[in-house]
């Protein structure tokens, strides 16, 4: 008992570092300043109203300050879940989005210990997957994704990769891996352009 108390105290610990990191991140700019900020989230958007259909429930990991909630919204989608490790960019958005924010659940979290408690038909994840470096962090991510999409969900995982197309296809490779061991399942995988 003792041993897995050390390791929630430490998971918290880092999770407090990395939220504090995003946080300062969110609190220094404004989205339009961020280098990775869509004011139309045209293809996240293209590909998750591909298999959303209103009633489904739908997660955006890693969503920040995304607009593509806003635009799921005005379409009637819904139920819409919003993750991030960022208490600041889930606040923003929120704020943002005015007397509609009641109709988003904002967790807070780091996806690498956070743990579920539904099955989410579109789970949409725009880079966090790409920019977990450590294996024992991509291992936890896909337990976690393997744990909870609904039995007719679909994963939409995008990363950057104009630059480094043979570093995407192996870091695709391992995820499908990970997948597959995870959810004992035969896993496809496709690029979208």
Request: glycine share 6%; proline share 5%.
């Amino acid at each position: 008992m003792l041993r897995r108390s050390r390791y929630v105290r430490w998971v918290k610990q880092m999770t407090a570092g990395v939220q504090s990191h995003w946080d300062g991140i969110y609190d220094a700019r404004p989205d339009e300043e961020l280098t990775w900020f869509e004011s139309t989230p045209s293809l996240s958007y293209a590909l998750v109203t591909r298999h959303l259909r209103p009633g489904d429930a739908f997660i955006d990991v890693g969503g920040g300050t995304s607009r593509l909630v806003d635009f799921l919204l005005k379409e009637g989608f819904g139920p819409l879940a919003v993750l991030d490790v960022s208490t600041s960019a889930l606040a923003a958005c929120r704020d943002r989005l005015g007397e509609h924010g009641d109709e988003v659940t904002w967790i807070t979290a780091d996806i690498t210990s956070w743990q579920p408690d539904k099955p989410y038909t579109v789970w949409h994840d725009r880079a966090v997957f790409h920019f977990l470096t450590a294996p024992n962090d991509r291992a936890a991510y896909a337990r976690t994704m393997g744990k909870r999409p609904a039995d007719e969900g679909i994963i939409l995982l995008t990363s950057h990769h104009a630059r480094h197309p043979a570093a995407h296809r192996a870091v695709m490779d391992k995820l499908t891996d990970m997948l597959a061991k995870a959810r004992a399942a035969e896993i496809g995988m496709r690029d979208t352009p």
